[in-house]
């Protein structure tokens, strides 16, 4: 195996050895170069031997650095090397057998990449790893590594998952944990298939993983309104969403009376917003180490909040905004939009709930409205000075919502200045008072 260099840094060290663009890399110090993870890794060492292959000849060359660390100064055609491993599985619960046609083509990209997981969070099903690659990051010791799991019994996870494989993927959590792999896992979580007496198998089970498992997400599964010809699902009643939130207390309750008082699986907080229960403290979610999964979002944002206005000096605010998010997170900032007026003289928000009418009314999160839906209910009403929406609507990028409406086309639509907004409590309170840059 190799990888083509595409260019070679000025003055780096890879240059000094007299590699060129074009050069196939080979091996660093004995060892096959693949992909990104090899690269980086292997190239962590004061003195490096290069394998190349030019012109079908080998060529031998070696570095060496003062700082261990350093990079060499090669680049590659893509980040990763070679090209993103795409899903193997057809779970049932999918999100993007749920998209509409006609979106870009990215969207509809079913990632399950081991590296993706180290290197950006993402997380894989474990089913699309070669021997070569579970013993790589053994090896290397890649940790944490992040899971979807879904459930513990081998037989539901082939069914759920449609995967002759799922069922037997189990084994590798196994092979992580015995060297000490570390692993945050999640279980997606669909009525009556694999909440209730499977939940609690689930837990039971990962929870004989700990320490390498270092945290449990329930989510409950997204459904959009394009769900023609798809396995039949539906959405948690209150009734149910609060048995999941139940069966959680009560694994917490016995697996921290054994584990010093630590806490290992988490709701996410979509099942609170669902049963109508109060959300934890921001204590309750330790380090949030699943955050990404919704776990704590509302409870951090609402600590950074209010810490936030406590130390903020109380003033006259002559300002006027419109604060718009999903349904989900409606309640929450509105309550917290009322106290920074409390606090602040002449300050007027107004917090409106945007319907996804793109996706359909059971998707409720902020970071799948689109462009169009704030298009659509914001035009026409008198917005104030600003309008603030979740960051997490947009694109990696920052520049455009899932349905390509950008930025500069909703602020000319609107006739307003639109900021986008981290959720971060001390930048969503900064933001109402300063305004954006």
Same mark, same amino acid.
């Given at each position: 195996?190799?990888?083509?260099?595409?260019?070679?840094?000025?003055?780096?060290?890879?240059?000094?050895?007299?590699?060129?663009?074009?050069?196939?890399?080979?091996?660093?110090?004995?060892?096959?170069?693949?992909?990104?993870?090899?690269?980086?890794?292997?190239?962590?060492?004061?003195?490096?031997?290069?394998? =190349?292959?030019?012109?079908?000849?080998?060529?031998?060359?070696? #570095?060496?650095?003062?700082? $261990?660390?350093?990079?060499?100064?090669?680049?590659?055609?893509?980040?990763?090397?070679? /090209?993103?491993?795409?899903?193997?599985?057809?779970?049932?619960?999918?999100?993007?057998?749920?998209?509409?046609?006609?979106?870009?083509?990215?969207?509809?990209?079913?990632?399950?990449?081991?590296?993706?997981?180290?290197?950006?969070?993402?997380?894989?099903?474990?089913?699309?790893?070669?021997?070569?690659?579970?013993?790589?990051?053994?090896?290397?010791?890649?940790?944490?590594?992040?899971?979807?799991?879904?459930?513990?019994?081998?037989?539901?996870?082939?069914?759920?998952?449609?995967?002759?494989?799922?069922?037997?993927?189990?084994?590798?959590?196994?092979?992580?944990?015995?060297?000490?792999?570390?692993?945050?896992?999640?279980?997606?979580?669909?009525?009556?298939?694999?909440?209730?007496?499977?939940?609690?198998?689930?837990?039971? $089970?990962?929870?004989?993983?700990?320490?390498?498992?270092?945290?449990?997400?329930?989510?409950?599964?997204?459904?959009?309104?394009?769900?023609?010809?798809?396995?039949?699902?539906?959405?948690?009643?209150?009734?149910?969403?609060?048995?999941?939130?139940?069966?959680?207390?009560?694994?917490?309750?016995?697996?921290?009376?054994?584990?010093?008082?630590?806490?290992?699986?988490?709701?996410?907080?979509?099942?609170?917003?669902?049963?109508?229960?109060?959300?934890?403290?921001?204590?309750?979610?330790?380090?949030?180490?699943?955050?990404?999964?919704?776990?704590?979002?509302?409870?951090?944002? /609402?600590?950074?909040?209010?810490?936030?206005?406590?130390?903020?000096?109380?003033?006259?605010?002559?300002?006027?905004?419109?604060?718009?998010?999903?349904?989900?997170?409606?309640?929450?900032?509105?309550?917290?939009?009322?106290?920074?007026?409390?606090?602040?003289?002449?300050?007027?928000?107004?917090?409106? /709930? =945007? /319907?996804?009418?793109?996706?359909?009314?059971?998707?409720?999160?902020?970071?799948?409205?689109?462009?169009?839906?704030?298009?659509?209910?914001?035009?026409?009403?008198?917005?104030?000075?600003?309008?603030? #929406?979740?960051?997490?609507?947009?694109?990696?990028?920052?520049?455009?919502?899932?349905?390509?409406?950008?930025?500069?086309?909703?602020?000319?639509?609107?006739?307003?200045?639109?900021?986008?907004?981290?959720?971060?409590?001390?930048?969503?309170?900064?933001?109402?008072?300063?305004?954006?840059?």
């Amino acid at each position: 195996m190799s990888v083509i260099v595409e260019k070679v840094s000025p003055e780096s060290y890879g240059e000094k050895a007299g590699v060129l663009a074009g050069d196939e890399l080979v091996k660093i110090n004995s060892h096959e170069i693949f992909d990104v993870l090899d690269y980086r890794f292997y190239i962590q060492s004061r003195k490096l031997k290069l394998e =190349i292959l030019r012109n079908g000849e080998t060529v031998v060359t070696n #570095i060496r650095k003062s700082d $261990e660390f350093a990079d060499i100064g090669l680049e590659f055609k893509t980040y990763l090397m070679d /090209k993103q491993h795409s899903c193997k599985n057809k779970c049932v619960f999918c999100f993007v057998d749920q998209m509409p046609k006609g979106m870009r083509e990215t969207l509809y990209f079913k990632d399950d990449d081991s590296r993706m997981s180290f290197l950006f969070g993402n997380y894989i099903t474990l089913t699309g790893l070669c021997e070569r690659e579970v013993q790589r990051i053994i090896d290397m010791h890649i940790s944490p590594i992040n899971i979807s799991v879904h459930t513990m019994n081998p037989k539901l996870r082939v069914e759920m998952m449609k995967n002759r494989f799922a069922g037997e993927s189990l084994k590798i959590l196994d092979r992580f944990s015995e060297n000490g792999i570390d692993m945050n896992t999640q279980l997606v979580l669909c009525p009556g298939i694999n909440d209730g007496d499977e939940l609690r198998f689930s837990l039971e $089970e990962l929870s004989k993983l700990s320490p390498s498992v270092k945290s449990i997400a329930a989510v409950p599964v997204g459904l959009t309104k394009y769900r023609d010809g798809l396995y039949p699902l539906r959405t948690y009643t209150k009734e149910e969403a609060a048995n999941v939130i139940d069966i959680i207390d009560e694994f917490n309750a016995h697996y921290s009376f054994y584990n010093g008082g630590k806490t290992l699986a988490y709701a996410s907080d979509e099942f609170y917003l669902i049963a109508e229960r109060e959300l934890p403290d921001a204590d309750y979610y330790g380090e949030f180490s699943q955050l990404d999964n919704g776990v704590g979002m509302c409870a951090l944002l /609402k600590e950074e909040f209010l810490d936030a206005l406590e130390n903020a000096e109380s003033k006259t605010i002559n300002r006027s905004i419109t604060v718009a998010t999903g349904y989900a997170a409606h309640k929450l900032l509105s309550n917290l939009c009322k106290k920074a007026e409390e606090k602040f003289q002449g300050l007027k928000i107004n917090v409106i /709930k =945007i /319907k996804n009418d793109f996706f359909g009314d059971t998707v409720t999160v902020a970071g799948l409205i689109t462009g169009a839906d704030f298009k659509a209910q914001l035009k026409d009403l008198d917005l104030g000075d600003e309008l603030l #929406i979740p960051r997490v609507s947009l694109r990696n990028e920052g520049d455009k919502f899932l349905d390509d409406v950008t930025i500069e086309e909703l602020s000319e639509e609107l006739k307003v200045k639109v900021t986008p907004v981290e959720n971060d409590g001390a930048v969503f309170l900064d933001t109402i008072i300063n305004g954006g840059a």
